[in-house]
């Protein structure tokens, strides 16, 4: 017995060991995290983060055995291979899409080189500082030619020749970027051994209005004096397939990413930018990327709108896909990004991921008209993100150009894309007038007729003596008079104030029930407008906030304004400041209602007749509460204008202590809860 029990127990043992063992010695599936998180902005503006759009796919340290030093650009060949400028090493390196060292040429000759362009011919260009010049390498690598600094009286006497940066287009002109040359882009044509064309896409100065103010009044002496407001200088460029020129330049904010026609002209405004665009690179789907030098990697579409933007600064962990100072950025032909750290010394090679695939698949196809093609790759990303602006915006414009104005609506609206919504409004809203017009019209005038008839029949027989005398009864209502008096403060402010003030024509609650009525109509306006006005969100719902802020806004300005009246000998009670007030908000309560319905059948071109609308009654109210503070507190036209202002600085002082105030107590409410978590600590 005792025997058996100890075979039993031997060979437990040994399975619990051998389960330990396998455990510990089989491979593991580890997931490796993204580590960074992909963005987008929808299109209310708001940026939202998004699925993985680009995975880290590997990282390029060494070319066969050679390490590169300081690289400062690349450029990479349809069949994959790269040309590296290793700066540091003063050389251009080649390497198969492998890795594998092809050759190194431009040892001796290079001195601080910049930039770096090859041709289909593998004619490789190379921006020189030191060298101020341009060489150019033929395929072997031997030094064919040298531009140096353009003998032209139009490029500037005193102006230095500092190339950091060229591309080449198929005539092999030469579009260069010099180091602080204001003038723009640097253009040579190889003719005669090189020929100045002159300066292209050359940025716009900007100055503010206090500035061209300021420099206005002062002497020319003292302008002089003066930096001088000079173009930005652009960083980097890349060229197209159809010798198109995209520039990116620093602190130029929208203007940052620009493509120049062939006179120059900006084709691009993007509203999303980065600050500190490094490099710039054409897609193969009429997409655009732009690099930042944080390592922050931006893709647009041919219009402008980003699409993703991802990466980001590697804080000294070597985690793959974060960058250090990025150089530069180039697109293979398989939509891999390669991104050169010059840090680093390394290139960062990033592979889409089957939802980006999509829907550049879907870019592609619909930037060439095939829209009904384009609804199939759309259906895929929408069908792994439904909430993506951007393809829903393109089934949007697919829809209607395929004339199905009803499903244009609705992804239109999902993705707010005001332009396309608005077209199919319009054709809807055609096509019903011309189905309805008719019946319309007949309903218009039946009722008109039915109308006349009544007023008739009234005037021959009285039939609607009886409803008036019930009307007239409910309009002697005191609390009634005190709420149709505000039709009466609208058209007669200043006799209005003087029914305020002397004769209590209204009440607080009269005014109470106004305010009331003003929150209603300003929630139901915010949140149920015609969709091409509207500002919030779809689906996004706050009124209590809402309410809690024009409450505590009324109650801010009435005792702001109530102080400084007091203070500046104003005759006006608070009630009666606080009713003026309320009542001055009268063609709010009019006008909304009609800008309202006048909301939902507009289109974007006809959205005028809703902003003049509400111009017009914030002009209106703006006048009344002016006369009600000139009014109730007998001041004059001078003085009403000091104590506006003077409310307006108390408003602001009040805002800054309230602020304090908020600040203090946070700091009191976390050491509070700090106490009883140390005495925790200690006493564990």
Known sequence: MKKNLFKVSLITVLLVMTILVTSVCAPAKVKADTPYKTYTVDGYGSTIETQTAYLPYTTITKIGEESLKQPTDFTLLDDGTIYILDSGNKRVVVSTPD?????????????????????????????????KAVFVFDADGKLTNTYEKPDSPMYGETQVFLPLKVVVNSFGTMYIVCESNT???????????????????????????????????????????????????PDNLAIDDKGIIYTVTRGEKNGALKRLNIAGVNMLNPKTYEDLPAAVAVGNHDNVFV?????????????????????????????????TKVEAVQIGTDDKIYVLDSDKAQIQVYKPTEFTDHLHNALYLFSKGRYTESKEPLNRVLGMNNLFDYANMAMAKALYKEGDYDGALKYAKLAKDLDTYSDSFWEIRAAWLKKNLTAAVLIIAAVAGLIAVIRYLDKKKNILSAPRKVLARFKEKKLVKQLNYMFYFMRHPIDGCYGIRNQDRVSLLSSNILLMLIILIYIINKYFCGFIVKTVREGSYDVLSDAGMIILAL??????????CTINDGEGKLKHIYCSFIYGFAPYICLTPVIFLLSHVVTDNERFFVDFGRLFMI????VLIFIAIKEIN??????????????????LIVCLLAFIIYVLWSQVIDFLQQIPREVVYKLG
């Open 634 to 651: 007998n001041y004059t036209v001078k003085e009403t204008i000091k104590i506006i202002l003077l409310t307006a600085f108390t408003i």
């Open 291 to 323: 690099a930042a030098q944080s390592g922050y990697i931006y893709e647009y579409n041919n219009d402008g709108d980003l699409l993703f933007v991802f990466g980001g600064a590697d804080d000294g962990q070597q985690r793959i896909g974060l960058s």
């Open 555 to 564: 109650l801010l300005v009435v005792g702001c304004n109530y102080l400084m």
């Open 99 to 131: 890795g594998e060292l092809v050759k190194t040429f431009g040892e001796g000759t290079l001195k601080s080189p910049r930039g770096i362009f090859v041709t289909e011919e593998r004619i490789c260009y190379v921006a020189d500082r030191d060298a």
């Open 619 to 622: 002009s209106w109210i703006a």
């Open 183 to 233: 003038n723009g882009i640097v253009e040579i044509s190889p003719v005669e051994g090189g020929t100045f064309l002159g300066y292209f896409g050359t940025n716009a100065t900007r100055a503010s209005l206090w500035t061209i103010i300021w420099r206005a009044i002062l002497t020319d002496e003292q302008r002089a004096k003066q930096l001088s407001n000079l173009p930005a200088t």
